[in-house]
Each structure stands twice: as structure tokens, then as C-alpha cells.
């Protein structure tokens, strides 16, 4: 007998799931403004209702009527969030008197992981909508994969709308990153369909975020692990091997762009300066001045914290930590709150406790996805295990970016985060009891059905 002849999927399904059907899509569109967009999309609603809460507050409810809310705490990964957005929570409310709305922004970090759960809890109500959910990330990958590099263009050019004082896109190159490393991803594992010139535009886009360190590690993490995780080596050699050629032969030329006069020059040079930073070589003094500005940051965090007075505690979520930790030239003229590291973020505010329980919270959730990828490779469920190492080196990507600019401490990608966070547990759980979606929207896209 199948999975579907048991009836998982019905062909109509029961008014209750309406709602959660419509907040799916709607999660999915708004995950695209934000990706596209940034603060612009953001900004859409009436203070302090913007979107992002929009979503929060909606999702709540669809959580409440799923009947699934115990069932998306049920895993170690869930658990440990909900005791994280607990410490959060203590750290939160005693400085909303004295901070205000700050002390609610700056706790969004974890907060946001509210969605985390709404996500696992209408993915197990509906099976089928992880399906949905990969079909809607199929059609946006392949709209990113073109226009990244022009929203990267458009961010960095400071281009505004008339009347306004908004931003056409209002994106940092990190964030356009995470999602340029997630749709190469996909393309690696042979999740869906891409052409050529998709790839080209996909490699000229990631070449047009290569100002952030970041950005750049995000990337190549993302398309190797995918690769030797996906056991895709053959197959993405020869591309990887014609982008570096590309990039020598551009970098002989010398080809150079610089879209205003404070911004950063991108071009090969760039990228192999990138690199060299990373290793801890580099000449160039724009890398190596942010890098020791970062540095010197972390070690007074780490000072009054590890051996400080504010090892339990932290200094809470409401007060700006760069003013607070003598940082006071780059909190005025860059408006700096966070440490451009999330993990010295939450050490910071929520104390060496925090800081535990977010590192143990991600290690349980990559442990999580590898166990069901190998479980998944024992089964020969070669779909599943694609799907699950996707999600993985999504994630992993972002939180790359987020060890060196402020990445998740805001909607653009913080939503986006917790969400795939959600996916992942939610994946896991679908996989390790058999329920398997019942329908196959297409043939790219059909997980495997067992009889």
C-alpha cells in the first residue's frame, strides 16, 4: 500500500488549513520582498507594525489553529530555541521601561525564532506544503540567480525613490550573499532546473558582493559543501574551473567597478584580497582596518563577560553596546549597535549563558540534518538527502555572514533565517516518520514515495 492510498494529502483540504495555506504563500512573497528589496520592503506598515510583526503576529495565529504546537517543540533543536528565547525574554523585559522599543529590536535576533515553530507547526499540519515551499523557492531562485547582482548594484549605488527617502533596494552585499549561496546550492544539488546563462549571472552577482569578506565565504562554503555533500564533484569541477579562469582573464584586463566614491572597488583584486583577509595576509587597508576594529571589539566583550562581572547577565537588550564599550566614533557616524558577529552580540547581552545555549542550539540543529542526510543515503532516498543538505548549507551560509556584519539582527535575513531554521526541523521530522507529501506538484520537484 502507499502513502497515498492512506489518504495523507486529501484532494480538498478542510477549511481550518485555508488560513494556513494563505499564510504560507504569503510568507513566501514576503521572504522575497525582503530578499529583493531590504529595509525598503521593511519598512511597509505603520510604526511599530511593520511587516515583519504583520507576519509574526499572523503566524501566531496560524500556529494556534494548526493544532501542531506541541508537535514542533517535540525535537532537541525546538526545545533548546524555546529555552533561548526564554533567557532572551528575562533580558528583555527588565529594560523596556528604560529603552523602549531598542530593547524589543535588539531581542529580535533569537525573538524571530518565534517563526521557527510556526513554520515546523503548518509544514506538519500539511505535508504537502514543503513541497510548496520548495516549488515557490525553485521560482525565486531562478529570478534571484538574474537579478542579484543588479540588486547589489542598485544597494550599493545608493539609488533612491523619487519623493521619498527610501532606497530602490536597501540591502547589504552579506545579505544578497546568503541567498546567492542558497540559490547556488539548490543549482549544485540538481534541486531544479537552471540554465547557463543563469549561471553566469549567478557567478557576476556573487563577484558584485565580494566588498564583505563575508559575503565572499558565504559563497564558496555554500557551493563546495554542496558539492562534496551532494557527491556532485564531476559535475561542478568544470564550472568552478571555468570561474577561475574567467577571473584571471578579467583580472589581466583589469576590470575594476566602484558604484560610489566611499565604496569599496570590486574586481578580482578585490576577491583575492577578500581571501587573503580572511587568512590573515592581507595588505589592503580597507579589509584589515574593519578587521581590527571587529577584533578589538570581541576581546572587550569576551573580557567582561568570560572574566568580567557580566558573565551570567550580560548587559541586556535595549542599551547600544557600541556606546556602552567605548566605541562611541563608530555608534555615531555608522549608527553601530551590534558587534558585527552575532554570536558576540548575544555573549554581549544575554551573558556566557546565552552564548551556550545558542551555540548548542545550532550544533543540535546541523546534527540533526547530517543524521537525517545519512539516514536518508542508507534508505536511498536521494531527494531527501538533497533537500536536507541544501537546507544545511543555507543555513551554515547565512551564518557565515552573520560572524562578520550585523546579518540577523534585523528582518532581512532574520526572518528569513529562522524560517529555513523551521524548514530544517520540519524536513527532518517529515522524513524520519514517512510522511510524505501524497501529490507531486511536477516532476522536479516529487519527493520519493515509498511503498
Not at 512573497?29 to 507594525?49: D, M, N, R, W
Not at 549608527?335 to 554581549?348: D, F, Q, W
Amino acid at each position: 500500500m502507499t502513502r497515498s492510498a492512506v489518504g495523507i494529502r486529501p484532494l480538498a483540504p478542510p477549511a481550518p488549513r485555508v488560513f494556513g495555506d494563505v499564510y504560507v504563500g504569503a510568507v513566501c512573497l514576503s521572504l522575497a520582498g525582503y530578499a529583493i528589496l531590504g529595509k525598503t520592503f521593511a519598512s511597509i506598515g505603520v510604526p511599530p507594525l511593520y511587516i515583519g510583526e504583520i507576519l509574526l503576529a499572523a503566524g501566531l495565529v496560524a500556529l494556534g489553529r494548526s493544532g501542531c504546537g506541541l508537535a514542533a517543540m517535540a525535537t532537541l533543536p525546538s526545545r533548546l530555541l524555546l529555552v533561548l528565547i526564554a533567557w532572551v525574554v528575562a533580558r528583555t523585559l527588565p529594560y523596556l521601561g528604560l529603552w523602549g522599543a531598542d530593547a524589543l529590536r535588539d531581542s529580535v535576533i533569537v525573538t524571530y525564532g518565534a517563526f521557527c515553530f510556526i513554520v515546523v507547526a503548518l509544514v506538519i499540519e500539511e505535508p504537502a506544503r514543503l513541497e510548496r515551499v520548495l516549488a515557490s523557492y525553485h521560482a525565486f531562485a531562478r529570478v534571484y540567480g538574474f537579478i542579484g547582482g543588479g540588486c547589489a548594484a542598485l544597494a550599493l549605488s545608493k539609488v533612491m525613490i523619487p519623493g521619498t527617502s527610501l532606497q530602490v533596494v536597501d540591502l547589504s552585499p552579506g545579505a544578497i550573499a546568503t541567498h546567492l549561496a542558497g540559490a547556488a546550492a539548490f543549482a549544485v544539488l540538481g534541486l531544479g532546473r537552471f540554465s547557463r546563462l543563469w549561471m553566469a549571472a549567478l557567478l557576476v552577482g556573487m563577484v558584485a558582493v565580494t566588498s564583505s569578506r563575508g559575503a565572499m565565504l558565504a559563497c564558496v562554503f555554500a557551493i563546495l559543501a554542496a558539492t562534496v555533500l551532494g557527491g556532485r564533484v564531476r559535475q561542478v569541477a568544470p564550472v568552478i574551473a571555468l570561474g577561475v579562469v574567467a577571473l584571471l582573464v578579467v583580472s589581466l584586463i583589469g576590470v575594476k567597478v566602484q558604484f560610489t566614491p566611499d565604496s569599496r572597488v570590486i574586481g578580482p583584486d578585490q576577491i583575492i584580497e577578500g581571501f587573503k583577509s580572511i587568512l590573515g595576509v592581507s595588505d589592503a587597508s580597507n579589509f584589515e582596518a574593519t578587521k581590527e576594529f571587529r577584533t578589538r571589539w570581541w576581546a572587550t566583550i569576551q573580557d567582561y563577560t568570560f572574566a568580567g562581572p557580566y558573565f551570567w547577565s550580560g548587559k541586556g537588550f535595549g542599551v547600544n553596546i557600541a556606546m556602552e564599550d567605548g566605541y562611541q566614533l563608530w555608534a555615531i557616524s555608522e549608527g553601530l549597535r551590534s558587534p558585527h558577529n552575532a554570536s558576540m552580540t548575544v555573549l554581549a547581552r544575554a551573558g556566557v549563558p546565552g552564548l551556550a545555549l545558542w551555540v548548542t542550539l545550532f550544533a543540535a540543529w546541523f546534527a540533526m540534518l547530517v543524521h537525517s542526510m545519512l539516514l536518508a543515503r542508507r534508505r536511498k532516498e536521494a531527494r531527501w538527502a538533497k533537500i536536507l543538505v541544501w537546507i544545511a548549507c543555507y543555513g551554515a551560509a547565512i551564518l557565515i555572514e552573520a560572524s562578520f556584519n550585523v546579518t540577523l539582527e534585523g528582518p532581512m535575513v532574520g526572518i528569513w533565517f529562522w524560517c529555513l531554521f523551521g524548514l530544517g526541523i520540519a524536513a527532518s521530522m517529515m522524513f524520519r516518520s514517512g510522511l510524505f507529501p501524497a501529490t507531486v506538484l511536477d516532476g522536479s520537484f516529487g519527493l520519493p514515495e515509498r511503498s
